[in-house]
């Protein structure tokens, strides 16, 4: 970690806020507030932290942006559900000239997984032999499916296999040309994403296990520090 740590707030307290503060603690970070349903943000109160980092809900998210984006301050958003808006925070970003880093999964782990998918799209697109599969498992919790994790992971496959035109969520809705991704919800589960291709020869399995909150933690913490004193709309990657 830099020694030029920013001064923190969290807007969000749950299971992954509170893993987030424990870790800032741990690693020497400021931490001046902590937001939730019942200590709201106020826009127009002199905050003093540099940096938000945003995990609450894909119904409570936007707001939240907006809000920080009129305090004129520097945010994180680890929440998911958010991306069909994606154009109009853009432009809120802009205009009140912050700086906004995001991702579906803040996982340095995940980050790996995205490279090393990236690599055999581009040369499965070479040979066209593989149908491709990703599934995806998350606690009861989780308010979106498919996770933004899956999303992601697909557009790199999107993005490098030709015969892949489009994602579908249904099983009875499959082609050479689909994408399929596969939901699951089930009991505490961190989060598990697996991508499989398959041919006729033999099936490469790639699985990502999240063993823990506390990777996730320490990648909102490295967004952090580096969107500090930053202009701009950023996806995180490593």
Known sequence: MTTQKP???LIGYGK????????????????????DIDKPLVLGKNYDFDVAIEFTTPTAVFENIKTIA??????????????????????????????????????????????????????INSINNYDILIEEIHHRHKKDA???TALLIAKKILEN???KERITTN??????????????????VFG?????????????????TAKNRK????????????????????EFSV
């Open 161 to 163: 296999i030709k015969s």
């Open 7 to 9: 001064k923190i707030a």
């Open 70 to 123: 009129k305090m004129k301050k520097n945010i994180v958003v680890g929440t998911t559900g958010w991306y069909d808006r994606l154009e109009e925070v853009k432009r809120i970003v802009e205009q009140e000239q912050i700086g906004l880093i995001y991702s579906p999964n803040f996982s340095v782990g995940i980050q790996i997984l995205l490279k090393t998918v990236e690599q055999i799209s581009k040369f």
């Open 16 to 35: 992954m806020g509170k893993e987030i503060e424990h870790l800032a603690i741990e690693k020497g970070f400021i931490l001046t507030d902590i937001f």
């Open 171 to 188: 099983p009875l809705d499959v082609d050479e040309n689909s994408l399929q991704i596969a939901s699951l919800r089930f009991g505490e």
């Open 192 to 208: 598990v994403h697996k991508i499989l291709f398959d041919s006729e020869f033999d099936t490469i399995e790639i699985t990502h």
């Open 146 to 148: 498919p996770s933004g």
């Open 215 to 234: 990777g996730f933690a320490l990648g909102a913490l490295l967004a952090a520090v580096w969107i500090h004193n930053q202009k701009g709309f950023f």
